[in-house]
């Protein structure tokens, strides 16, 4: 079956630093891959996503490539805020109508 | 536009009780979906309707949860009765029915408790 498996957190980091949050999947077929964000206190929202091999998702300084090599979909940011700080997802869905199947999500806390 | 509403936010329950959590999606979305995220866990699937028919319900873990979705609006998620195991995040989303590359909005959720 479809899985999503991501780091193991929590991550602490210092503003400015450099932010790489790993998400490899299993899946048949070529699946849609995603990144929700969820900030304290609100629902899941839609961070970025890609729906085919090397596409790159990118919103809000954010970036993910889809390898389809490597069965990955890494998410980056260059210089994180403290406003970043949140729950991240990373997911998949094959179909336009089907279910997400997420990873167990990672909490990221960025100091001042 | 109104986005995807949750009611209740939170509830505490004693096990053996029943709780309904409701959704109400945007409007003109014919997809809604349940998930839950229980404590530290991955976002699983409970089910999906499209309009008013439970199109897949394979997440659904036991005979105590009942969905519906009467006129293809809102729906409700009954559980009757509560177990301790139940305790998490129930999410609802909704989108687009047959759209390339739609996205799912999301809920806040209701966090659900049993003592």
């Known amino acids: 079956g479809n899985s999503v498996t991501q780091m193991e957190g929590p991550v602490t980091l210092s503003e400015e630093a450099f932010l790489t949050i790993n998400c490899t999947y299993t899946?048949?077929?070529?699946?849609?891959l995603f990144w929700y964000v969820q900030y304290p206190g609100e629902g899941l929202q839609l961070l970025l996503k890609?729906?085919?091999?090397?596409d790159k998702g990118s919103n809000k300084g954010f970036e993910a490539t889809y390898r389809k090599e490597t069965t990955s979909f890494h998410l980056e940011k260059g210089s994180v805020q403290v406003s970043d700080s949140a729950v991240y997802f990373c997911a998949l869905r094959r179909g336009a109508n089907s279910k997400l199947t997420f990873g167990k999500g990672i909490t990221l806390s960025v100091r001042p | 536009e109104a986005g995807v509403t949750q009611f209740p936010s939170h509830s505490v329950i004693e096990k053996g009780q029943t709780v309904t959590l409701r959704c109400d999606p945007i409007s003109g979305h014919d997809n809604l979906y349940w998930y839950r995220r229980v404590m530290g866990k991955e976002i699983k699937f409970l089910l999906h309707?499209?309009?008013?028919?439970?199109?897949?319900e394979s997440g659904m873990p036991n005979n105590r949860f009942l969905a519906e979705r009467t006129g293809g609006t809102y729906s409700t998620l009954k559980v009757q009765p509560a177990e301790l195991e139940d305790s998490g995040v129930y999410f609802c989303a909704s989108s687009h029915l047959d759209r390339a590359n739609t996205e799912a909005f999301f809920g806040q959720g209701t966090r659900l408790t049993v003592v």
């Open positions: 899946a048949t077929g070529y699946p849609s």
């Open positions: 890609a729906t085919k091999a090397d």
């Open positions: 309707f499209v309009k008013e028919s439970k199109q897949d």
